[in-house]
């Protein structure tokens, strides 16, 4: 970008450069509209990195993002009571952020998105009605670094993380939005491997020590591992609980590559527009799956969402249009989400139900499920009697009949 983009306008300014937003980029872009796509330079978001087959179909993500395939879930218990999940007929891709990121924008750009690193600073209407998205610009973008620098669109996406300026500043009571706050450490891993240590195997650690109300958790990336934790305690120590999950995990002596914490949203915001022209997607939106944390395809399918959203409105000018992204997001995973915010209040309260848990996964119904729903990202609901036999040893479970 130059100086002279200053005076320019674009159809879309996507604000902030992670799945959601590169994701709407991309699809925009590819519809011909001028996109802006304003992204903050070096920031890399804490996430254990899963992709499931359906993300990797549905956005077509090529097999050389992938620095593992994951076949094997580990759910451990307080009691260190393990269960291991096989994977059958497939896999979980796991990619670095840092590289998926940076290829999910280069692949907006290839399209015809108009890439820009710089911090976003504040929205303005001009007195024609026209949206101004201001910012300042990175030394490598063409204005000195710190210059303000402003753009006019027709709309503004804001994918910018739980905390969203954009989200703050336009939508009615984004900044209730509920967060709790991730933190992991990458390790580099040995080539020659560790014991215990399965570069094919997810670890998933519910031990009241790690998290209050979360989990920890190992994930392989190929010559590295996350190692992290996270809790909506603002007094539990993110840090000393991932440093005692390294420890009981032998990893402890890794070379640490980096740290990275961050906010991420607890339930989807009521509302994702401002009734004129900004819409919402990722995290700004709040699409965060209770329970497993999972943000990747949620936000990229929020972004598309997003995208489809603002190809109509600036089809139409009716921006009417722009709550379509919410209601189509919610239709198609609206009840997951309920259920596993459901299942993440009730079985992550205390040790003991956490250890009922990691007891239930072992039931073969479950996990049949449980993975064929994380697979496809939607509730299986081919098998009924299965549905009715997890119901039953739920509750033998829940009044403390079954046995652990």
Known sequence: MNASTTARGYDVVVVGGGPAGATAADDLARQGHSVLLLDRAGRIKPCGGAIPPRLI???AIPDHLLVARIRTARMVSPADQRVDIAIEGGFVGMVDREQFDEWLRERA????AVRANGVFERLEHTDDGVCVVHFRAHADDGPPQG????????????ADGARSQVARQAVPGAERLPCVFAYHEIVRVPQDGLPGYDAQRCDVVYRGELSPDFYGWVFPHGDTASIGTGSADKGFSLRHATAALRQASGLAGLETVRREGAPIPMKPLPRWDNGRDVVLAGDAAGVVAPASGEGIYYAMFGG????EAVHEFLASGD???LAGARKR??????RVFWVLGLMQRFWYSS???RERFVSICRDRDVQQLTFESYMNKELVRKKP???VRIFFKDVAHLLGMARV
Request: aromatic residues 6%; contains cysteine.
């Open 147 to 158: 210059l303000a620098a402003s753009v006019r669109t027709r709309c503004v996406i804001g």
């Open 109 to 112: 750009a290839g399209h015809g």
């Open 329 to 334: 997001f919610m239709k198609a995973h609206g």
């Open 351 to 353: 040790d003991k139900r």
């Open 304 to 307: 598309r969402m997003a995208a």
């Open 319 to 321: 921006a009417r249009a």
């Open 385 to 387: 009697m299965a549905h």
């Open 57 to 59: 179909k549905d956005f």
